[in-house]
């Protein structure tokens, strides 16, 4: 018998043992699915999204895993290379971009954004670039304004990036130097860009990220509303909606994404967000220098789950060390990616319901629970040395809210406006 014969037996013993899902539903032959990974990613669809994809790209080769469903109706499984809408971390693309400006010299992290976008903001001759990029600017995020109540209804609706700045004006500041999420910062840093390049946003992204990190399903819409491609259909709970009724997650695929556009609006899939990693800390996209300035953090509330947020990088803290890439929520779709130091290792994880109850922390639990069971080999516990949740996102009681999380595992939730939400409080 040959090895290669030897090896195919070996995966059809597993899958007729129920260990290994055949390849259509689950992990490729060739790689060993990572234990518990698909563990977790049951209890993302059990604490209560339609369905998720997950995939890992390491030395070892490829492993893509989903679980439930890419349409409600339908019941059809998720497609194993579905595109989807990132969210936020559109915010390390344009990071990365912004760096590359300032390798050229023709930018300077210190330099204050009225420089260069003068009459945009108020007090623009006081705010850094590096403080838009590490959210300690004191700006508003425009999307706590009233008119982003209801994606349904702004999700029509086309926004030039000026309107989302005077949104975000009419909104209390945050002190200024402190952490305080804010989209209203990424907005201004992709006017820079295009100040600075005399070109689109989108171009730019295709030139000096997708282009050489080989993100081919990769783009930034501006006001189309859909998806190009293979995709589940995105879904949102309603304010005051009951998840326990049936239908009450409504359906939210199509959606003007004017509204998000330099912080949160690309639309991609997970492997291009792996191989944007794998690019950007293989030391491809930017400098040694400028990415480890990139991840010197600034703490944030979400410690220790999610500890530090850097220039468009924010940390997972897992059982075996802080992670670094991005989460994303977005009307329709919740991301997690993340990469080891060298970005030798990545996972990304797509959910494709954003959800706005506290129940939903169980959902982000296992989500984390999945990333380190893949990075650390075990469950997930809190760095700080609180007890694991159980696989099914159980374990110690967590309430999320929009501020200040109570219990020892703080989550943040961004589907309700936490400090790492990219949509409407709602």
């Keep these: 018998m040959s090895p290669m014969s030897g090896k195919r037996m070996a995966a059809a013993v597993l899958v007729a043992a129920g260990l290994l899902s055949p390849a259509p539903a689950g992990a490729q032959e060739r790689y060993e699915e990572p234990a518990g990974v698909r563990q977790a990613l049951d209890a993302i669809v059990a604490a209560g999204a339609p369905g998720v994809l997950a995939r890992i790209d390491d030395d070892r080769g490829t492993w893509i895993g989903t679980s439930g469903t890419a349409d409600l109706d339908t019941r059809e499984p998720v497609p194993r290379q579905a595109r989807f809408r990132v969210a936020s971390v559109t915010k390390s693309m344009v990071a990365a971009t912004v760096l ?17 976008l003068p009459g945009r903001i108020d007090d623009g001759d006081q705010i850094t670039v590096r403080e838009l990029l590490n959210h300690t600017g004191g700006l508003a995020t425009y999307d706590r304004a009233a008119e982003f109540a209801d994606p349904e209804q702004y999700g029509k609706r086309s926004y030039t990036p000026q309107r989302l700045i005077d949104e975000a004006e009419r909104l209390p500041r945050p002190e200024r130097g402190r952490f305080a999420y804010s989209n209203t910062g990424y907005i201004l840093l992709g006017l820079l860009v295009e100040e600075v390049t005399g070109h689109g946003l989108s171009t730019e992204l295709d030139r000096r990220i997708f282009g050489p990190a080989g993100m081919t399903r990769s783009y930034l819409p501006e006001t189309w509303d859909g998806i190009r491609g293979p995709h589940a259909t995105g879904y949102h709970l309603p304010t005051g909606a009951d998840p326990g009724l049936p239908g009450s997650l409504r359906p939210i695929t199509r959606l003007n994404p004017s509204f998000a556009w330099a912080a949160y609006g ?42 530090r947020y850097g220039l468009g990088l924010e940390s997972v803290g897992l059982t075996c060390g802080e992670m670094w890439g991005a989460t994303g929520s977005i009307p329709g779709y919740q991301t997690f990616s993340f990469a080891d130091a060298a970005g030798e290792r990545r996972m990304t994880l797509s959910v494709n319901v954003q959800r706005n109850d506290p129940a939903v922390a169980r959902m982000l639990l296992a989500a984390v629970d999945a990333l380190n069971r893949y990075f650390c080999g075990e469950p997930y516990g809190s760095p700080g040395g609180a007890s694991k949740p159980s696989p099914a996102g159980g374990g110690r009681v967590v309430r999320a809210t929009s501020r200040e999380p109570a219990g020892t595992i703080p989550v943040p939730l961004p589907a309700v406006g936490g400090e790492f939400n990219d949509s409407p409080a709602t």
Excluded: H
């Design 100 to 116: 590359q400006l300032i390798q050229e010299g023709r930018l300077s992290l210190d330099e204050p954004i009225g420089k260069r």
């Design 266 to 307: 690309v639309v991609s899939d997970a492997r291009d967000l792996n191989r944007f990693y794998q690019a950007l800390f293989g030391g491809r996209l930017v400098s040694r220098t400028s990415l480890a300035q990139m991840r010197t953090g600034v703490t944030t509330p979400q410690a220790p789950v999610f500890p």
